[in-house]
């Protein structure tokens, strides 16, 4: 499917993008505000956005009926954080078409998109209980990531290069690499961009602000 991803994280936003990228998806944009999106949704439609609730300049809620004038045939999913019962309704009366959790894994996601692009609207709460679990083993995998990997993961939660991370810890290029090569590995993971997707899946960074949230 073509998908559009619109979330003012920009390295959660062009971490998603690749992860969709990675499953066959024809990412056709990434934006970092609605306003941004705008013209994106004018130039080349989407089957779905994926947008976040949260902006500085409002609620994507807020932002659905430019959204959807912009792009009439698109489906629209919210990704969240949090998603309580009042949003999922305000969500559904603005015409969005599905929920997704941040703390979702990967495939999770991709799931409810394909379902919301097959004709369904995802409203089963599933992003919350998705939610739920990730922050419920949060604190597993803390506990096998020492002080300074954490300071690690948050700088690459907040977009820092190795060599800036290096700078702002005090230590080598060698050594912070180091550092990431061990987060990367006590993550199960390859990439810098999947050590962020995953941190925000187990609810230990939070992917706006960059910050420590597992304690």
């Not at 998806?25 to 609730?53: K, N, Q, T």
């Not at 990997?149 to 180091?178: D, F, H, I, N, P």
């Not at 961009?193 to 949230?213: D, F, K, M, P």
């Amino acid at each position: 499917m073509k998908v559009l991803v619109c979330d003012d994280h920009a390295v959660f936003a062009d971490s998603l993008s690749l992860v969709l990228a990675d499953a066959g998806h024809a990412v056709v944009g990434v934006a970092y505000s609605p306003a941004e999106a705008l013209p994106l949704l004018r130039a080349d439609p989407p089957d779905v956005c994926l947008i976040d609730l949260r902006f500085p300049a409002g609620t994507a809620l807020d932002w659905m009926p430019r959204l959807r004038a912009a792009a009439p045939e698109a489906r629209f999913v919210v990704l969240t954080g949090f998603l309580e019962q009042r949003v999922l309704d305000a969500g559904l009366a603005a015409g969005v078409h599905g929920f997704a959790h941040k703390g979702q894994q990967a495939g999770d996601v991709l799931a409810v998109l394909r379902r919301v692009e097959a004709g369904e609207i995802v409203a089963d709460r599933a992003a919350r209980r998705g939610g739920d679990r990730a922050h419920g083993r949060a604190g597993q995998v803390a506990r096998f990531l020492t002080p300074r990997e954490r300071e690690v993961l948050t700088r690459l939660a907040r977009g820092e290069s190795t060599q800036a991370l290096a700078k702002a810890m005090g230590v080598t290029r060698s050594t912070a690499r180091s550092h990431v090569q061990s987060v990367l590995s006590k993550l199960g993971v390859h990439s810098q961009r999947e050590a962020v997707i995953e941190a925000a899946r187990h609810g230990l960074v939070s992917v706006e602000t960059g910050e420590w949230l597992a304690g």
